[in-house]
């Protein structure tokens, strides 16, 4: 089973019949989108939080679940948020009702 969308097997199959061709500045593109990588996943900070034993002990199950240190895990879940990937339900609702409120 395939975990490519429609776009992506296109692609694919354009590579696989010879159909697609090097840009003219494809050694400089590669280069940046290298950097851009080793930028984003460059780790040289460290933060010292403070849990409930019990968060941490749920945060280490989530971690074992997904086969992953709960360090990964964390961080991961920051990063998420940091680029809006993750969402406050509770915020949402609490500005949809401000926004009815205000219309009503």
Do not use: C, W
Not at 50 to 61: E, I, P
Not at 75 to 96: E, M, P, T
Request: proline share 1%; net charge positive.
């Amino acid at each position: 089973m395939s975990k490519l969308d429609t776009e992506e097997e296109e692609i694919l199959e354009a590579f696989e019949a010879g159909k697609m061709k090097k840009s003219k500045n494809s050694k400089r593109q590669i280069k940046q989108h290298m950097e851009a990588a080793k930028a984003t996943f460059k780790k040289d900070a460290r933060i010292n939080i403070r849990l409930s034993s019990r968060d941490l002990r749920s945060l280490q199950a989530k971690a074992l679940m997904e086969g992953m240190p709960y360090q990964t895990l964390v961080s991961s879940i920051l990063h998420k948020f940091i680029d809006g990937q993750l969402v406050d339900k509770s915020a949402n609702k609490a500005n949809s009702v401000d926004t009815k409120k205000r219309r009503g």
